[in-house]
C-alpha cells in the first residue's frame, strides 16, 4: 500500500501538484488530524462513502471527525465505492 501511495504522489507531481505520503497507525481520524497539525497541512481531501443507519453509529465516520477536527480546509468527495474494487485502488 505504501509503495502505491507514493507512486501515485509521484504521479500527481508529474501533473503539477504537491502531496506527501504519511502511513500511521491507531484512530484514522486522530491521526489524520494529528499529522495535519504537525506538518501544517493546507488542505486535507478524504473519501466519505457516505454510511447510514446503523452502521455510522456502530463505526462513527472518519470524514465527519475529519472535517469537525482539522486545523485546516477539508475537500470531501464522494467515493467511488461501486466504481473501483478496493483492492484495485490500493493494489
Known amino acids: 500500500m505504501e509503495k502505491r501511495l507514493h507512486e501515485m504522489t509521484r504521479e500527481s507531481k508529474e501533473k503539477g501538484m504537491q502531496g506527501r505520503v504519511f502511513v500511521e497507525h491507531g484512530d484514522a481520524a486522530g491521526e489524520i ?3 495535519a497539525e504537525e506538518q501544517r497541512m493546507d488542505l486535507i481531501v478524504i473519501a466519505t462513502f457516505g454510511k447510514t443507519g446503523w452502521r455510522r453509529l456502530a463505526f462513527g465516520s472518519v470524514t465527519e471527525k475529519v472535517v469537525r477536527l ?3 480546509p477539508v475537500l470531501v468527495v464522494r467515493g467511488m ?3 473501483i474494487p478496493a483492492e484495485e485502488a490500493v493494489a
Do not use: L
Open 33 to 35: 488530524v494529528r499529522v
Open 81 to 83: 465505492k461501486d466504481r
Open 70 to 72: 482539522a486545523p485546516c
